[in-house]
């Protein structure tokens, strides 16, 4: 796995280093290999367009420039490399950092590239000359995530230090430090720039609303949120996990519109396609899997990496999607265009949710009201050995109408922690929900469902 310690145990790699002539694999150009729809729906494709044999360690992470002409990639020694998409040609090799890099992003403009890194640091490069801008020093451990927002302002950096912090990007002055409770393991804009994702080590995502500093929490994942991405029109968060499947959010709601499972190893990034039609995913499997945004159908899985999948990225100009894995090379898939005319299926039916909540204000103000009243109404001491879960709904007023254990402890306790009595039994055509959780050690914990 990438992460150097894992709550206080040092992992030890084992790395084999095959010495080749450093270079690239160059394949069959796009217009030459085609993939057709029934090769596509089958299920299973080895067949990619070109290979970037790296030979500089695992690639962690790869970015593409928004031209569609340049790839960059990163890799455990700290090296990155900028390769010419139209040529297959090394363009040329930075000696970045002195730990790896686990994540790049590049500027909506196409003429900075951010690096972030082990060795706590960010920095900024002129893509075109590969010639350092900035370093940015605030974090006290590893960069594991980093992201640049679309109206290219901000920077967004994810570390271990259970900080996610925003950045100037123009001048990198630390703007804001926002805590977790966990390592950070990725970040994430929505197109507007306005709201920020953090997953976080565990399996928690964060909603950072940036003009007034909101924010709530969606649980679901039991593993690790490794990876995190928004739909381009926004409405839509992804999230790939540890726990070996992805989830597709609507996220205003807190509420879940897919699990998608089929990987056997840990999710380690998504990305969606220009389109909004698909998403794809890599894993630790040393899969690809692309998947149907509407219905979460499975359309393919790429398998021709011989180690995990660490990083996959679409281009914004070509029918194209970049893998980086840590078997050093980086391969071009073809991928048919559009995707939503290819594989049509009827989207299911998804259940009626409650009320939107579009203000981070009114969600803490009714997450301060939810946990008022159970704080009052639990006053005694806990006899329960397990947590219990509860998802309550409320009123407009923020007034508790219906709660419905979640786990069997939950069920067996009610009565002691005072909760059936908020069962008014149905609810009114506007209702809210939120996670309720009571542990032994009698920590209340209410977040937004």
């Known amino acids: 796995m990438r992460s150097k310690a894992v709550k206080g145990k040092i992992l030890a790699f084992t790395l084999t280093a095959v010495v080749t002539a450093a270079g690239i694999g160059w394949y069959r150009s796009f217009a030459e290999l085609e993939t057709t729809v029934s090769q596509f729906k089958s299920g299973l494709l080895t067949q990619y367009s070109t290979s970037f044999k790296d030979n500089s360690g695992w690639i962690y992470a790869i970015a593409l420039s928004p031209d569609g002409k340049t790839l960059a990639s990163g890799s455990y020694r700290g090296l990155i490399k900028i390769w010419s998409l139209q040529t297959g040609e090394l363009l040329y090799t930075l000696k970045a950092h002195t730990d790896a890099i686990e994540s790049l992003a590049i500027s909506p403009d196409g003429n900075v590239l951010a690096s972030g890194s082990w060795d706590n640091r960010i920095k900024l490069w002129n893509l075109k000359t590969g010639i350092l801008i900035n370093t940015l020093k605030g974090h006290a451990d590893d960069v594991k995530a980093i992201s640049i927002s679309p109206d290219g302002r901000l920077l967004a950096s994810g570390s271990t230090d259970k900080t996610v912090r925003l950045w100037n990007f123009s001048d990198g002055k630390l703007l804001s430090t926002l805590p977790d409770t966990d390592w950070i393991q ?182 301060r009201k939810v946990y008022d009243q159970i704080d009052k109404s639990w006053r005694s001491t806990p006899t329960f050995k397990t947590s219990l879960v509860y998802r309550v709904a409320v009123n407009e007023e923020g007034v508790i109408i219906d709660c419905q254990p979640l786990n069997q402890a939950a069920a067996d306790f009610i009565e002691e922690v005072s909760l059936s009595s908020f069962r008014q039994g149905g609810k009114p055509q506007h209702f809210y929900q939120f996670k309720v959780v009571l542990k032994p050690s009698g920590v209340l914990e209410v977040s937004p469902w």
Request: hydrophobic share 40%; charged share 15%.
């Open 186 to 367: 990725s970040v994430a804009f929505s197109p507007d720039s306005k709201i920020l994702a953090s997953g976080s080590e565990n399996g928690t995502i964060k909603i950072w609303w940036l003009d007034d500093g909101g924010n709530y929490t969606l649980t679901g994942h039991s593993g690790s949120a490794n990876s995190v991405a928004f739909s381009p029109d926004g409405k839509t968060l992804a999230s790939g996990s540890a726990d070996k499947t992805v989830k597709l959010w609507q996220f205003t709601k807190g509420k879940v519109l897919h699990t998608l499972t089929g990987h056997s190893g840990p999710v380690l990034s998504v990305a969606f396609s220009q389109d909004g039609q698909a998403l794809a995913s890599g894993s630790y499997d040393k899969t690809i899997k692309l998947w149907k945004l509407t219905t979460g159908e499975l359309m393919t899985t790429f398998a021709a990496h011989s180690k995990p999948v660490w990083s996959v990225a679409f281009s914004s100009q070509n029918p194209v999607l970049a893998s980086g894995s840590a078997d050093e090379t980086i391969k071009l898939w073809p991928v048919p265009v559009p995707i939503a005319t290819q594989v049509n299926s009827p989207a299911p039916e998804v259940e009626a949710a409650p009320s939107e909540i579009l203000s981070p204000g009114e969600i803490a103000q009714l997450n």
